[in-house]
Nanobody, 124 residues
Framework: QVQLVESGGGLVQAGGSLRLSCAAS????????MGWFRQAPGKEREFVAV????????IYADSVKGRFTISRDNAKNTVFLQMNSLNPEDTAVYYC?????????????????WGQGTQVTVSS
């Protein structure tokens, strides 16, 4: 049984920060590339960030480079997304994602497992 559970979302003002967490009950967590996607109202789900199995490689969407940082703790089966300098355009439901594919494939949308999502709202 596979389960991804996000937490850490909420309401913040522009310029603020949030740290999202995703706890995974994958059979072998370290074998999975972990990522974050988001879906804003009226828009399609889009890629945000991904981290490789070992944590040694990361890929970010251009819109979040320099502001967001993805990391993972394999000992705790958890992936994080540190979000700084938030703006209203970051408002979306953020979804945790997992797949055994390489980071580039996950960034392109190959995702085997999804979390339920956590709401991030940034006010101006």
């Amino acid at each position: 049984q596979v389960q991804l559970v996000e937490s850490g979302g909420g309401l913040v003002q522009a310029g603020g920060s949030l740290r999202l967490s995703c706890a995974a009950s994958l059979r072998t967590f370290s074998n999975y590339c972990m990522g974050w996607f988001r879906q804003a109202p009226g828009k399609e789900r889009e890629f945000v960030a991904v981290i490789s199995w070992s944590g040694g490689s990361t890929i970010y969407a251009d819109s979040v480079k320099g502001r967001f940082t993805i990391s993972r703790d394999n000992a705790k089966n958890t992936v994080f997304l540190q979000m700084n300098s938030l703006n209203p355009e970051d408002t979306a439901v953020y979804y945790c994602a997992a797949d055994t594919a390489p980071p580039r494939s996950v960034a392109n949308g190959r995702v085997g497992y999804w979390g339920q999502g956590t709401q991030v709202t940034v006010s101006s």
